[in-house]
């Protein structure tokens, strides 16, 4: 299976900062097949961008996704207060689907 | 808008078996060609994907699981199901259903299930 590495494991920054998440794969993700998801406390995941650079309906343009084959970055230009949150990217080129362990992005 | 919700208990004896459906609404399971996925998430930890039923009735399942795991649809009340046999304390965690065609687009609320006698 296809191991998603995330980094840092913590960012604390604050508001009006830049975050910059990084998600690394064992091996390449098919078509680009990468999700990246925010989680709150106490709520589902909710996916934010897919095919690692298409933005996910009703999802503010302040968050990006870049990246190719085994590299995959997660971008928030201007941190809001609500966007402070758990972070998990997510491959689907390759059964099983993979999650990344997360990037817990703190008020600084 | 597309919802979904599971359902079952939440409190299951230890090598009993764990079931769970999830009701969709907003929208036909069996229209549009998505997967319909099964998905974990243990007490603060992270996620872990059971496995998916497509629109059409084949799954794929973690190989983790495979060996203990059934999902299935009821098309005719628009749900799918899981269950999950001879469960451990380690099958305590939150279980989610979520559509599932490029990602996970949308989720149920989650239902936290414990396995403990």
């Known amino acids: 299976e296809i191991v998603l590495t995330q980094s840092p494991g913590t960012l604390s920054l604050s508001p009006g900062e830049r975050a910059t998440l990084s998600c690394r794969a064992s091996?390449?993700?098919?078509?680009?097949?990468l999700a990246w998801y925010q989680q709150k406390p106490g709520q589902a995941p909710r996916l934010l961008i897919y095919?690692?650079?298409s933005r996910a309906t009703g999802i503010p343009d302040r968050f990006s996704g870049s990246g190719s084959g085994t590299d995959f970055t997660l971008t928030i230009s201007r941190l809001e207060p609500e966007d402070f949150a758990v972070f998990y990217c997510?491959?689907?080129?390759?059964?099983?689907?993979?999650f990344g362990q997360g990037t817990k992005v703190e008020i600084k | 808008q597309v919802q979904l919700q599971e359902s079952g208990p939440g409190l299951v004896k230890p090598s009993q078996t764990l079931s769970l459906t999830c009701t969709v609404s907003?929208?036909?399971?069996?229209?549009?060609?998505?997967?319909w996925s099964w998905i974990r998430q243990h007490p603060g930890k992270g996620l872990e994907w059971i496995g998916y039923?497509?629109?059409?009735?084949?799954?794929s399942y973690n190989p983790s699981l495979k060996s203990r795991l059934t999902i299935s649809l009821a098309t005719s009340k628009n749900q799918f199901s899981l269950k999950l046999n001879s469960v451990t304390a380690a099958d305590t965690a939150v279980y989610y259903c979520a559509r599932d065609l490029w990602g996970f687009d949308y989720w149920g609320q989650g239902t936290l299930v414990t396995v403990s006698s």
């Open positions: 907003g929208g036909s399971i069996t229209s549009g060609g998505y997967y």
């Open positions: 091996q390449s993700v098919a078509s680009n097949y």
């Open positions: 997510q491959q689907y080129g390759l059964s099983p689907w993979t």
């Open positions: 095919g690692a650079s």
């Open positions: 039923i497509y629109s059409g009735g084949s799954t």
